[in-house]
C-alpha cells in the first residue's frame, strides 16, 4: 500500500489551485468589462483547453497568432504584458494541437518558482476540460535527489555520483523503481495516481520520498506518456541533458512545441551555460589529485599553475587572449598535447569519482575540452582576481552568440514561442537568437491606464563621470521625499551594490519608514523571510526596501495588491564595459550595426523594466515608478520607457494626487 506524503499533496494542489483561481478570475471579470470578444471559430476550437470561461482582452489575439505559429511550424516572439494571462493563452491552443497531431510541449522557464502557475493552470484545464493532461514538472537532477549521502555535491560530480549509484545498484531509491527489470508496484501505483491529474513536482518529490522511490525517475517515467513537459531552459538548452531526456522519455525535437517563458532570460542563460572557466586553485587541485597516478601528469600541471601565476602578473587586470595562447605555452612546456592531457585526465577522475564522487581533474578536463573545441562564437579571457589579498589567475572560455544553441533547438522543433513582458525590442531577440525570420508581435497591456503613472526625475544621474557625494545627497532627498510623503510600500533600485552604499546612508538619516535593505549574502530561506516581513508593511502605512537591479529583489517575486505600489529605480545599470562587454558589442557591431544596443544598452534596460515591473503584478493592481536619471528622458533610450512617463523635476504633488484619487 502507498505511504501518504506528508504534504497530502492532493489536498494540497487543491488548496493552491482554488486560491489561485479565485484572485485571476476576479482579475478577469474587472478586465473584460472594457472590451467584449467575438468568439470566432478558431477561437471556439480551442475553449475546451482554456482554462477560463471567458477571455481577456488580447488573449484572443495572443491565441490566434499562437495557433498560426503552431499550424505553420514557425516561431513567435510575443511581447506580453504581465495581466494579459499569456500562460493559459498560449497553453490553450498549443494543446489543441498537441493532442491533434500528436506533438509534445516543453514549458521552458528560467526559475523554478514559475513552474507553479503552469501546473496550477494544467490542473484547471484538466478540471474544465474533463480530459487527462499528461504532465512532467521537470527540475534539476539534484534538487529532485531524496538521497541525502549525494545531493550535496556540485552538478557535475552529482551527475556523475548518481551514474554509478545506478549502475552498482547502491541507491535504494533507484533499486525500488524496480522489480526484476519491471516497474515495481510501488511504482506503477504511484504512476497511476500522478497521471489522474497534473501534479507539482514538490508533491512527486513528497510522495516518492514518503514511499522510498527516486523521484526524478519517476518524473522520467511520467514524461513517457506527458502532454507537456514544465522544464528549465537548460533541459532542453544543454545537449547532453536533452539528448538524456529525449531518450528516456522517447520525445524528438521535431515533434516538440517549445514554449520559452520570461524569454529575456534566455540569451544570458544560454550564455552562462555554454561558458566554462578554471583558476590556478582548480588546477593546483588537479595536479594534488593525480599525484597518485600519474607523477609526471601532476608536475605538468603544476607547471601550468606556476605559468597562470607568472602570466597575470604580465596582463592589465584581464585581458582577451587566443586559443593559441594556451595551446602554444602548454606546447613548450608539456611533452605531451593537450588532447592526450585531456584523456589521461579522464582516466583519472573516473578513478576518483568511483571512489570520492567529485573530482578536480574531470573539471579541468571539460575546461579544456571547451578551451580546444569552441570556436569564434567564445571569447578566452584571463584576469587577475584576489583571494584573501593574494592574486590568482581565472581563464575562461566564454560564450559571446547563443545563437550556436537556440537556433539549432528552435528552428528544428515543430515550432517555437517565445513570450515575456519585457521582449523590446522583439528585432534584437529574434536576431541575438539566431531567428531573424520568425513573427513579431506586440501586445497591447491590459492594465486601465488610470491606474499607473510613471515619472521621470531629470537633475539626477549615476553617470561614472557625475558621481559625487552630492549628487548621492541629491538622490536621496528625490527618495525621502516621496517615500516619507506617500503612505505605501516601496522600492528603491539601485544600479549596482556600491551605489546603494553610497546613498544607504542619506536615507538612513532622514528616512521615517522601516527600511529593509538587501544584503547579497542573504539565503534562500533569509530572503523568503525578509520580503514577507516587508509584505505586512503594505497596508500599515508602508516600509521601504533598498534593493539593486538585476538583484535578488527585482524579478522574480511577485508583489501583487498592496504589497507594493511604488517603484524608484535610481540611475541605469550600465556597468562599465570589460572585456567580455566590449567583445559583445564588438560581435553586435559588425552583425547588425547595433553593437552598443545589443550588447550593451538594451540588456541594462530590460532589467529596469523588470525591477518597475514589481508593482503592478496583476490587473487590479495600481501603482508609481519614478525613474530617477536624466538619460530616461534622452530619445535614445525611449522605446525603453514606460510611454505614460513624464519629466518632472518634483513628482510628489503628482504621485500624491495619484495615490488620493485611488484612496
Ligand atoms: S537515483 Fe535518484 S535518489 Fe538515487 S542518487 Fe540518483 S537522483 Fe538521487
Redesign the pocket.
Known amino acids: 500500500m502507498l505511504k501518504k506524503s506528508s504534504h497530502a499533496f492532493a489536498n494540497k494542489t487543491q488548496l493552491l489551485t482554488t486560491k489561485t483561481y479565485a484572485r485571476m478570475k476576479d482579475e478577469r471579470l474587472a478586465v473584460t468589462q472594457s472590451k467584449s470578444i467575438l468568439y470566432t471559430a478558431p477561437l471556439r476550437r480551442v475553449m475546451e483547453f482554456f482554462a477560463h470561461e471567458t477571455m481577456r482582452p488580447s488573449q484572443d489575439q495572443l491565441i490566434l497568432d499562437v495557433a498560426a505559429t503552431i499550424k505553420n511550424k514557425g516561431v513567435l516572439f510575443a511581447q506580453a504584458p504581465t495581466g494579459l494571462g499569456k500562460t493559459a493563452a498560449v497553453l490553450a491552443p498549443a494543446l489543441k494541437a498537441a493532442s491533434e497531431h500528436d506533438l509534445t510541449i516543453f514549458f521552458l522557464t528560467s526559475r523554478h518558482t514559475q513552474h507553479k502557475i503552469v501546473v496550477d493552470t494544467l490542473v484547471q484545464i484538466a478540471k474544465k476540460s474533463g480530459k487527462k493532461v499528461p504532465v512532467m514538472d521537470l527540475i534539476g ?1 539534484r534538487a ?4 541525502s549521502d ?2 550535496v555535491l556540485s552538478s557535475r560530480d552529482f551527475g556523475e ?2 551514474r554509478r ?2 549502475s552498482t545498484d547502491s ?1 535504494s ?2 533499486s525500488e523503481i524496480w522489480d526484476d527489470k519491471k516497474l515495481s508496484e510501488t511504482t506503477r501505483a504511484l504512476l497511476t495516481g500522478f497521471r489522474q491529474e497534473p501534479s507539482h513536482v514538490e508533491d512527486v518529490i513528497s510522495l516518492c520520498s514518503s514511499n522510498g522511490v ?4 519517476m518524473t522520467q517515467l511520467l514524461g513517457k506518456k506527458a502532454r507537456i513537459v514544465v522544464a528549465d531552459y537548460y533541459h532542453l538548452f544543454n545537449d547532453t541533458i536533452r539528448d538524456s531526456l529525449f531518450e528516456f522519455a522517447h520525445k524528438s525535437l521535431s515533434n516538440s512545441i517549445i514554449i520559452i517563458d520570461e524569454a529575456h532570460n534566455l540569451p544570458s542563460r544560454i550564455r552562462e551555460l555554454l561558458s566554462d572557466s578554471t583558476n590556478t586553485f582548480g588546477v593546483y587541485a588537479a595536479a594534488k589529485e593525480s599525484e597518485t597516478f600519474d607523477k609526471e601528469l601532476s608536475e605538468m600541471l603544476r607547471e601550468f599553475g606556476e605559468f597562470l601565476e607568472r602570466e597575470i602578473l604580465l596582463i592589465p587586470q584581464e585581458a582577451r587572449v587566443e586559443r593559441e595562447w594556451l595551446l602554444s605555452s602548454l606546447e613548450s612546456m608539456w611533452s605531451m598535447t593537450l588532447g592526450d592531457v585531456i584523456i589521461h585526465l579522464d582516466r583519472i577522475s573516473e578513478k576518483v569519482l568511483e571512489k570520492e564522487g567529485k573530482s578536480a581533474c574531470a573539471n579541468l578536463s571539460h575546461f579544456f575540452s571547451a578551451w580546444l573545441s569552441q570556436g569564434s562564437e567564445f571569447v578566452r579571457i584571463v584576469s587577475r582576481e584576489y583571494s584573501s589579498g593574494k592574486a590568482y589567475a581565472h581563464v575562461s572560455v566564454r560564450c559571446l552568440d547563443p545563437a550556436v544553441t537556440t537556433k539549432n533547438v528552435l528552428s528544428r522543433a515543430h515550432a517555437s514561442i517565445l513570450m515575456s513582458g519585457t521582449l523590446k525590442p522583439l528585432r534584437m531577440y529574434a536576431d541575438v537568437l539566431g531567428l531573424s525570420n520568425a513573427t513579431l508581435k506586440e501586445y497591447p497591456s491590459p492594465f486601465p491606464k488610470k491606474n499607473k503613472r510613471t515619472f521621470i526625475i531629470p537633475d539626477t544621474t549615476t553617470k561614472y563621470s557625475s558621481r559625487s557625494d552630492t549628487q548621492y545627497a541629491r538622490i536621496a532627498a528625490h527618495c525621502l521625499r516621496l517615500v516619507n510623503n506617500t503612505p505605501v510600500n516601496t522600492a528603491v533600485f539601485f544600479p549596482s551594490y556600491a551605489v546603494l552604499k553610497s546613498v544607504r546612508s542619506y536615507i538612513e538619516e532622514s528616512c521615517e519608514k522601516t527600511l529593509f535593505i538587501e544584503d547579497r549574502s542573504f539565503s534562500k530561506e533569509e530572503k523568503t523571510a525578509f520580503i514577507e516581513r516587508f509584505k505586512t508593511y503594505g497596508n500599515k502605512g508602508g516600509a521601504v526596501l533598498l534593493g539593486v537591479v538585476g538583484g535578488s529583489f527585482s524579478e522574480g517575486y511577485d508583489f501583487a495588491g498592496d504589497v507594493l505600489r511604488m517603484v524608484l529605480v535610481v540611475g541605469v545599470p550600465l556597468g562599465k564595459p570589460d572585456v567580455y562587454t566590449n567583445e559583445l558589442i564588438k560581435q553586435y557591431e559588425t552583425r547588425f550595426s547595433q553593437g552598443w544596443n545589443y550588447g550593451y544598452i538594451a540588456p541594462a534596460l530590460t532589467r529596469v523594466l523588470q525591477a518597475a515591473g514589481r508593482t503592478i503584478r496583476s490587473s487590479t493592481d495600481s501603482g508609481v515608478i519614478v525613474l530617477l536619471d536624466e538619460r530616461y528622458a534622452w530619445s535614445a533610450y525611449a522605446q525603453f520607457v514606460p510611454d505614460d512617463a513624464v519629466t518632472v523635476k518634483d513628482p510628489l504633488p503628482l504621485v500624491q494626487k495619484f495615490f488620493n484619487s485611488l484612496a
Not at 144 to 147: D, I, Q
Not at 214 to 217: A, E, G, K, Q, T
Request: hydrophobic content about 30%; overall charge positive; glycine content about 0%.
Open positions: 537532477r529532485m535527489c531524496v538521497n549525494v545531493n555520483k548518481c549509484l545506478r541507491c531509491y533507484y527516486c523521484p526524478y525517475f
